[in-house]
DNA sequence: CGCCAGATTGAACCCACTCAATACCGGTGG
DNA sequence: CCACCGGTATTGAGTGGGTTCAATCTGGCG
């Protein structure tokens, strides 16, 4: 048994309250949902495991993740996929098909979730001031993704999980969530093919962990138990 | 002794030349140098090694390369670095900042180069077409990316420095240069250091490569024997 | 209850890493 | 001219961390 805190057994509860006030709201990253709220934008509901958009598929639209929890993932024709970063409140999908007419990446939803729907033609014509957000939207994911390569290419495999632990956990906090209790949404065989590891050695790196006492892991709720020691893990400053 | 095509020696002789005409130039990506050159433009030549810019610093422009061969690099505070990209031509240096006031790589020359400096404000007031084009190259960044990421984290050694070699003769070949007869510009540890492998790895691979008669190796000089026989070893089509 | 996908754990294996020695190559100075 | 030198590349031998294969366990759900 493992003393997981109740109030986030379903954190889409909190998610889909459209009312909902976000009192930590940083002034460096001002809403995007108060930016376009004014405009009749479609919303589309999904059901876990639901594909948002497919690679391939001709592309409309970008999508502002308003509730639930996705995954983006690249294949090559031989079969390989990779899952390039799992997606929260907030993020925008579909940015990756930019210049492009069709989608890049599939987008997945892993439980069920909301996103609103900012057409292209929307993009041009109404939101002029949302250009610069845009092109640094997508700044920061390269800088992302270049964090993940780093730590994929200079981490060992208990370290990447650490990272990850840690990077979801303060993802979790700017939304309002706890950053000790986390429930992943994700099987251990997504998060190994995102970190690079099979699914065995992430379970033996949790159970690890856990033994060490730096985690309490059970299933998918994992408490992190001792921060700054799994902060020194991976050469981050206390 | 190694029979490598003499003209591409010194790949900067018609690099630098300005007035080359690109026959090739893809009507897709109309030439960004044809857009910007009325401009003046602040040109920067820079010799072997040197920064352009360091992650930190504050930013005030964006970079076309204009010649010479680049790689870009983050690192981490405890000293571990990747290098994220080699730059060649017609790439755009500095785009992961936007959105920030400082850089967030380092850019260094790996040979005598030349870049052309586009400033913030010109962007802004001057080139308002140009916004377009950027996320695009923004987006084609993380497509990049992510194909990179795909690479690390399902093909082996081999298979990886067989991707790069692939992906750099494509390159080189837009740029209308030979696509068999390469020239590296980087190190094997920075080569090594790209495709996360050791650069004792790489020089295996390499030496592997020639016995089987798909290359001929010396030094940095490369020559593709099998082009085909390298895509079928990455699972690309003939 | 039975089923099945997911998670855990153990044991053997293997690919890439580590350590080390040697070769190479361009430049520099005696 | 050659000897020397530092940085780079190559090759070998041994090690180890993550994988592979396989067995077991768990929990949700029809």
Known sequence: MLDVHPAHDDPLQPLLDEDRQRPGALPATPDLEALIAGLPLRRRKLKAREYLFRAGESRHALYLIHAGFFKTSVA????????TGFRLRGDLLGLDGLGMSSHACDAIALDVGEVWEIPNGVLRDRLPQFQERLTAALAAEIRRDWRW???????GAEQRVVTFLLDFAERMQSLGFSSTHLMLRMTRAELGNFLSLKLETVTRALSHLQACGMLAVDGRQICIRDTAGLRAMVGEPA
């Open 76 to 83: 090559s024709e031989d079969g390989r996929e990779k899952i």
């Open 149 to 155: 390569m780093l730590a994929m290419g200079t981490l």
